[in-house]
């Protein structure tokens, strides 16, 4: 037994360990989960859907419609027999039916082009859609690569305070070997002071900047949310070599900011023609058929069949005053039921039929400024679509120098860095055998741990520019890689 609760209690914290372990994600995990996930994403997702919903909506257009009512109602003392159209007291239960078909025939084409712009609109939301993917991708890899930074930097801050603490060991030593003053070893302290401080802001910005991606993956778990420590050092600059209008011409080509555009236009164009089509006379037929039923009784004259007809005087000849007699029928009025329901709805149906012309005159000017207002949206739309294309050329541009300048500025830290570091060994050396004091040598690694932090900084710059110039040139986002 106690054999099986030591079993139980190593197998349960194996599987607590295991469930604690931090999932670790890649950039291209990164990315796909928030193209996934991304509230967003999801808007411009809704987006198409609706756009969808407006296309089924315009193809119903070309449907005949067809509506069907019926009514029952109970009218109690003096009303019109619906059936008899007759008035009389009594309370009798009514039934009616209707269906009614109409098509229009002809509007204009209004129903054509209103196809055409919901097929329109559903490509705009698509490429909205391509462009909210193509932003999401930048945020992640800004955020990936803000990681990698200060991972990097706690990463060079850890390793140099160790050298600092080995540091001061060995000015303890020489201090209490009488080789150095006191001095310092109080110097080389303040050093690891400020280190230790350093290395607590740069964990913080490393938590931080984990917290950032996770939020923006709509991860809720953040202590157990980490991604991939790799170093990058190779950076693949093939897409900075590139001309620069190669890179503006696969961006005109690939990039929804003009697809956007154009399809703006092209909805505006649509929609004048819609707007102008409302000019055009409209056709439409029509179809109903209804019937009706009625429980109420009604009077009729029946024949006697004892006395079936009597003599009554019907005028007088008015030369000689002699009466006009005939023989009448002799009726009885009594009271007859209703006829049964379906005889009723086959007896008292009817169907009408026919055309409807609606031919616009005057509305208040209403239709023209319509008219006027989607020519203005046009010209908008035109306008905007250069401003579009202006935009791009110009960002591609911003992007390209930023490149290059982000590629000069990483050259620059890492000559600064070999140069640093030179002269840090330099000072340790001299430092080592008394030829400085402290004070020079902690200035001397200063320098070396920001160089170093300026070198991370530079390169993880780098990358990111490069992926930006990457998007442009038409990379799909799933596909960047580190």
């Given at each position: 037994m106690k054999n099986l609760f030591l079993c139980i209690a190593v197998f349960g914290c194996?599987?607590?360990?295991?469930?604690?372990?931090?999932?670790?994600?890649?950039?291209?995990?990164?990315?796909?989960?928030?193209?996934?996930?991304?509230?967003?994403?999801?808007?411009?997702e809704l987006d198409i859907d609706a756009a969808e919903v407006e296309k089924l909506s315009a193809v119903g257009n070309f449907i005949p419609s067809l509506n069907a009512n019926s009514s029952?109602?109970?009218?109690?003392?003096?009303?019109?027999?619906?059936?008899?159209?007759?008035?009389?007291?009594?309370?009798?239960?009514?039934?009616?039916?209707?269906?009614?078909?109409?098509?229009?025939?002809?509007?204009?084409?209004r129903n054509v082009k209103q196809l055409q712009r919901a097929k329109m609109s559903q490509l705009a939301s698509r490429y909205r859609l391509d462009k909210m993917?193509?932003?999401?991708?930048?945020?992640?890899?800004?955020?990936y690569l803000e990681i990698l930074n200060n991972k990097a930097n706690l990463k060079s801050l850890t390793a140099q305070n160790l050298v600092t603490k080995e540091q001061i060991d060995r000015t303890q030593q020489l201090v209490d070997g009488g080789q150095l003053p006191r001095g310092d070893l109080l110097e080389i302290q303040a050093t690891n002071a400020s280190e230790q401080?350093?290395?607590?802001?740069?964990?913080?910005?490393?938590?931080?900047?984990?917290?950032?991606?996770?939020?923006?993956?709509?991860?809720?778990?953040?202590?157990?949310?980490?991604?991939?420590?790799?170093?990058?050092?190779?950076?693949?600059?093939?897409?900075?070599?590139k001309p620069v209008n190669d890179i503006i011409g696969a961006a005109e080509a690939t990039r929804s900011e003009v697809?956007?555009?154009?399809?703006?236009?092209?909805?505006?164009?649509?929609?004048l023609q819609i707007a102008k089509a409302a000019n055009y006379p409209t056709i439409s037929a029509f179809f109903s058929y209804d019937?009706?039923?009625?429980?109420?009784?009604?009077?009729?004259?029946?024949?006697?069949?004892?006395?079936?007809?009597?003599?009554?005087?019907?005028?007088?000849?008015?030369?000689?005053?002699?009466?006009?007699?005939?023989?009448?029928?002799n009726t009885t009025a009594v009271i007859t039921g209703a006829d049964p329901f379906f005889d009723q709805l086959y007896q008292n149906d009817g169907i009408s039929y026919g055309l409807q012309l609606n031919i616009p005159i005057l509305n208040g000017f209403s239709?023209?400024?319509?008219?006027?207002?989607?020519?203005?949206?046009v010209d908008r739309a035109e306008f905007q679509l250069e401003q579009a294309r202006l935009d791009l050329e110009s960002n591609v541009y911003q992007a390209y120098v930023d490149v290059q300048g982000s590629k000069r500025a990483f050259e620059a830290a890492q000559t600064s860095l070999e140069s640093q570091e030179l002269?840090?060994?330099?000072?340790?050396?001299?430092?080592?055998?008394?030829?400085?004091?402290?004070?020079?040598?902690?200035?001397?690694?200063?320098?070396?741990?920001?160089?170093?932090?300026?070198?991370?900084?530079?390169?993880?710059?780098?990358?990111?520019?490069l992926k930006v110039l990457e998007l442009y040139f038409g990379i799909d986002p799933s596909e960047l890689k580190l």
């Open positions: 194996f599987a607590f360990a295991k469930a604690q372990t931090p999932q670790v994600w890649t950039l291209q995990e990164c990315i796909q989960y928030a193209l996934e996930n991304n509230i967003s994403v999801k808007l411009s029952i109602s109970e009218n109690t003392g003096l009303s019109f027999n619906p059936v008899t159209n007759n008035a009389q007291t009594t309370t009798f239960l009514s039934v009616s039916g209707r269906i009614n078909v109409g098509y229009t025939l002809f509007d204009g084409l993917k193509d932003d999401i991708s930048l945020f992640v890899a800004n955020n401080q350093q290395i607590i802001l740069a964990q913080n910005a490393v938590t931080i900047s984990k917290i950032s991606l996770a939020q923006l993956l709509l991860i809720k778990d953040y202590e157990n949310f980490d991604i991939v420590d790799s170093e990058f050092e190779v950076i693949d600059e093939e897409i900075a070599e697809r956007i555009a154009e399809q703006d236009v092209e909805l505006a164009k649509k929609d019937t009706r039923y009625t429980d109420a009784t009604s009077f009729s004259q029946i024949v006697d069949p004892d006395d079936p007809v009597r003599i009554e005087q019907i005028g007088v000849v008015q030369e000689t005053g002699q009466a006009v007699i005939s023989e009448i029928p239709t023209r400024s319509n008219i006027e207002r989607n020519k203005i949206n002269a840090y060994e330099y000072a340790r050396e001299r430092y080592d055998v008394g030829l400085i004091n402290a004070f020079d040598f902690s200035q001397s690694k200063l320098r070396y741990d920001n160089s170093v932090i300026s070198l991370n900084q530079a390169k993880y710059d780098y990358i990111f520019r």
